[in-house]
Each structure stands twice: as C-alpha cells, then as structure tokens.
C-alpha cells in the first residue's frame, strides 16, 4: 500500500478503536512482522502468492470468530437488559447468588426470612430465563451487573 503499510493500518485502526477483522497479506513477510501482526489482532499472515485454499480458510476462521464475537455481544445486551428489569432487591439477591452465598446468608444479611429469599431466587431464575443456578450467574457476568456489596441497593 502506498505511503502507509498493513502494521501501521492495523495500528491506526486500533488507535481509533475500530473493531474491524483483518487478514495481512504481504509481499514481503518476515516472522517478526507476522508475529506483530497476530498479536496485534490479525486472523492470519498470509505471504503472495496467495494460495486459494488458504486464504479461504483464513477467511473462514475470520468469519466465525466475528460470528462469535457477534453472539456474545447480543447474548450481554440481553442479559443486560434483563439485569436493569430487575428491582433493587432482585438484584441484591443476583449479587449475593453471584458471590455464592446460600439462601440463609442471604436471608440474615438482607433481614428477610429465608422463604422470602427463596421466593426471590425462583422469579429471578424466571427473570433472567435461567434454568440452573451457573445459567444465572453467566447471565449476571455477561450482563455486566454492577459491582457493589451485595446488600448494596444503590445501583
């Protein structure tokens, strides 16, 4: 490329906070340039002539990784979502549950009966759309709830 090459591209990109997927392609390649590269986020260095069957599957692997990517940002949008339609006390509930605290801990720490914390886990459970305990948790940390002491009802 003229006047700028493929490292100082994917430097700037990175300085400008563009999450853009990119594969190098180089004329000229040496293994402290595709380790620069691979580190610095390429899916793959790739030296011309390009072979058909390699660059289809970098590609390929850089398709599925965006693919991912995608996903687990809409699944933390969800869970997010899901954590701000919480009340308070649900999630003071949600954050004691995260730490691994059981329901009589909870109970004596919030001052509620532990019937009463029961009842609050089962509608969290519904709430969140969580069929076991570890689904609730991995929805709680992909929805990014908030950090703060559990009893904390301040978020």
Do not use: C, W
């Not at 919480?86 to 954050?95: A, G, V």
């Amino acid at each position: 490329m003229p006047g700028m090459g493929g490292l100082e591209l994917q430097a700037e990109l990175r300085r400008s906070n563009l999450d853009v997927p990119f594969i190098m392609i180089t004329g000229h390649g040496d293994v402290p340039s595709a380790v620069q590269a691979l580190k610095s986020g390429a899916i793959d260095f790739i030296e011309k002539p390009i072979r058909h069957d390699v660059l289809l599957a970098a590609l390929e692997k850089m398709t599925a990784r965006r693919r991912s990517t995608l996903e687990a940002a809409r699944a933390a949008a969800v869970a997010h979502a899901k954590i701000a339609a919480l009340t308070p006390r649900e999630r003071d509930i949600l954050r004691h549950v995260v730490t691994g605290n059981p329901n009589k801990i909870i109970a004596y720490e919030l001052g509620i009966s532990p019937r009463t914390v029961e009842n609050h886990r089962a509608r969290l459970m519904v709430k969140m759309n969580a069929g076991s305990v570890a689904d609730l948790v991995h929805a709680a940390i992909a929805g990014g709830l908030p950090p703060g002491e559990p009893g904390d009802s301040t978020t």
